[in-house]
């Protein structure tokens, strides 16, 4: 045993904490740095280390304050917090090997904690590079003080004897469903969309470059403006949020003179929610979750992993043509004397629609299949797009806030600048104002291709909200009044329709050809990392098992299999490790001294089987006296060059010779 490495164990605690520096409290990283730079300064100086009231003193108020900051000593980012803060104060305490060893343990486990942030490929090469440098230092606790260079390939090598064991464990290891260890709520991602909308709610998600989901067509593709993910459905309005209300799941939607299915499948990240995303409008899905009477997609638990499902939907589709009296009623509630110059204007465009005499058919903007609009009910639908296409609406990220409680008639008639949540959001108001029914529906709309692994990645940034009206004899509609003011965030992309001053996101940005092609190279990677790595679930584990021959797969099965298939690896690597034992290489120095053995066996003078060598060369200078010389400069080479500190070859050769040259 050698002396604690002081500086490489600072180096390790700072290599695995260093990621978690975003995540922690600023004082909580400022008083372990503090710890650590005081622990490095007594090391150089020689001082003597704090004595223990000090260290239970800051511990005590360390804890303290985490308690004071999350609540709670318990859940990812209170554990975390108080994990490192413990682990640098127990660096203060350094004293033995001892100490060192449960520093290194502690750091052990705080590789693994990084991974409840980000399990991305670089996160993994980084905690690999870190676990070769903790490692290293392991090895110099238990070997002597050799350089650092010696320390580090043993350490290399170690990690890598360590891989067929981790293949094994990775393939065959039963998973579980759920997570491993019950981790607490705080422990899983909660970005991307929410089940309520506001003034700014979409526009400050549209800022972010995160992969919400991945999308493979089977066959071909729709159209960018036919790509509308639906997500929450929102019903009430309260003067400023939408939300969802109760949602219907026991009664099945209807579809009539439905065409174009379209079958797909998706590849969706964990958001701690409860909803699926489909293409307008889906009817089937691969797994277990309820198809809503709004057409939401339902599953019981919040999606804590990412999961990979397949879909149907129809683009051109009649939904809900008999919808319930109770469900007309709640697409047209209104909260009772906010926003009167909107109403006013939509009981104007009603009025007008039914004086008027039978329009012509017209499209419907963002309706899938682009039915023709007709009738009063029509007509009003029209004379909203054409408002806001015609009175100088702006579409933008950074919309001057609506602080009043008439937020509706603001933007309609003072700001008239907003993103897609003001448009649908006032949209729906001015549909229900003038009697027809209409909800909000959030979720996504486009996607950008990726031909090197052929998919589509749909991004927060895609984040998008759009309206619904019911129509009689045609049933739920979508109207997206943001293709009125910008078409070209439907048809193309989100920078397509704002200026390039916008603060967009950088993957949202059209960006050289060259600089495209790299990052879809490395989500093309990264998707696959994502699919066979962290996706490798039970369905995954039972599917690849079966294709290798491994029939009815069960997690008895695959206990059995592991356990066989390790005590092979390990058998293997114990005969490798023992080959030395199992057949051993002649040492050349003691070869050529059995020569020297044999030649005065054959002169009558036979070395005894206890006779070391420097006795067995008295003897023989005893018996032969004209030998004397020879034999005892032979035996004080071999006893030299056996059981020296070095070996010099030069020795060795002329040692040979010497043998050679001997005749007794």
């Known amino acids: ?116 942030y980000s399990q991305s490929i670089p996160t993994a090469l980084y905690m690999l590079a870190t676990l070769l440098l903790i490692v290293t230092t392991w090895v110099h606790l238990h070997g002597q003080s050799i350089a ?35 981790l607490p709520q705080d422990a899983f991602a909660t970005s991307g969309l929410d089940d309520k909308m506001s003034p700014g709610s979409l526009s400050r998600l549209s800022l972010s470059d995160e992969v919400a989901f991945r999308v493979v067509y089977n066959s071909q593709p729709p159209r960018r403006d036919q790509m509308y993910w639906r997500g929450p459905v929102l019903w009430n309005f309260d003067g400023r949020t939408w939300t969802p209300g109760r949602t219907m799941r026991t009664v099945a939607p209807q579809f009539a003179d439905t065409a174009q299915p379209i079958d797909y499948s998706v590849t969706l990240e964990p958001h701690n929610k409860t909803w699926l995303f489909a293409l307008d409008m889906p009817d089937r899905l691969s797994v277990a979750a309820d198809l ?48 009167p110059r909107a109403q006013e204007l939509a009981q104007r465009w009603r009025a007008a629609a039914e ?56 933007f309609l008639f003072e700001t008239r600048r907003g993103f897609c949540e003001h448009y649908a959001g006032s949209f729906v108001v001015l549909m229900r104002a003038a009697h027809i029914p209409a909800r909000v529906v959030t979720g996504y709309q486009g996607g950008e291709y990726n031909d090197i692994g052929g998919y589509y990645i749909v991004r927060q940034s895609d984040a998008h909200a759009w ?51 790299l990052r879809l190279n490395w989500d093309a990677v990264s998707n696959r990392w994502n699919q066979w790595v962290l996706g490798y679930n039970s369905e995954l584990q039972f599917a690849f098992l079966s294709r290798l021959g491994m029939e009815d797969v069960t997690w008895q099965k695959l206990a059995l299999n592991m356990t066989f298939v390790l005590g092979l690896v390990i058998a293997a690597f114990a005969l490798f490790m023992l080959r030395h034992l199992i ?12 020569k020297v053995c044999r030649k005065l066996a054959k002169a009558g003078l036979p070395r005894a089987a206890h006779e070391g060598a420097l006795d067995y060369a008295e003897r023989v200078a005893a018996a032969r006296p004209g030998l004397a010389g020879d034999i005892r400069d032979l035996a004080s080479r071999y006893n030299s060059l056996r059981y020296g500190v070095e070996r010099d070859e030069l020795s060795l050769r002329a040692f040979c010779k010497a043998v050679r040259a001997f005749h007794p």
Request: charged fraction near 15%.
């Open 292 to 339: 809503t009477y709004d057409f939401q997609i339902l599953r019981k638990e919040p999606l804590k992993a990412r999961l990979r499902y397949e879909a149907r939907s129809h683009l051109v589709y009649h939904a809900n043509l008999l919808e319930s009296e109770r469900q007309i009623q709640r697409a047209l509630q209104l909260p009772p004397g906010l926003n």
């Open 148 to 182: 650092f260079k010696p320390r580090l390939l043993v350490a290399g090598t170690l990690l890598l004897q360590a891989i067929p064991l981790t293949l094994v464990l990775f393939v065959l290891f039963p998973r579980v469903q759920g997570p491993l260890w019950g």
């Open 467 to 517: 309206a619904e009206v019911w129509l009689s004899g045609q049933g739920w509609v979508r109207i997206d009044p943001t293709a009125a003011i910008a078409p070209a965030r439907v048809e193309r992309n989100l920078a397509a329709a704002l200026p390039d001053t916008a603060a967009l996101p950088f993957m949202a940005r059209s960006a050289p050809q060259w600089l495209r092609d």
């Open 355 to 410: 004086a008027a005499p039978s329009p012509q058919p017209s499209p419907a903007s963002g309706r899938g299949g682009n039915r023709p609009l007709m009738g009063t009910d029509e007509t009003v639908v029209r004379a909203a797009l054409a408002h806001f296409n015609r009175e100088n609406f702006h579409y933008t990220l950074e919309p001057p806030p609506l602080p009043g409680s008439n937020s509706i008639d603001e």
């Open 583 to 594: 057949k051993r290489q002649p040492d050349k120095v003691q070869t050529t001294w059995l």
């Open 1 to 116: 045993m050698t002396k604690p490495p002081i500086y490489a164990l600072l180096l390790s605690i700072l290599m695995v904490a260093a990621p978690h520096a975003e995540h922690l409290p600023p004082w909580v990283s400022a008083l372990c740095a503090a710890l650590l730079l005081w622990r490095a300064y007594l090391t150089h100086s020689g001082n003597p280390l704090p004595r223990r009231w000090l260290l239970t003193v800051i511990t005590i108020a360390g804890a303290g304050g985490i308690l004071i900051e999350f609540h709670t000593l318990f859940g990812r980012e209170a554990g975390v917090t108080l994990l490192i803060l413990l682990t640098a104060l127990k660096f203060m305490e350094l004293r033995n090997v001892r100490d060192a060893m449960v520093l290194i343990y502690l750091a052990c486990f705080i590789v693994i904690t990084n991974f409840f």
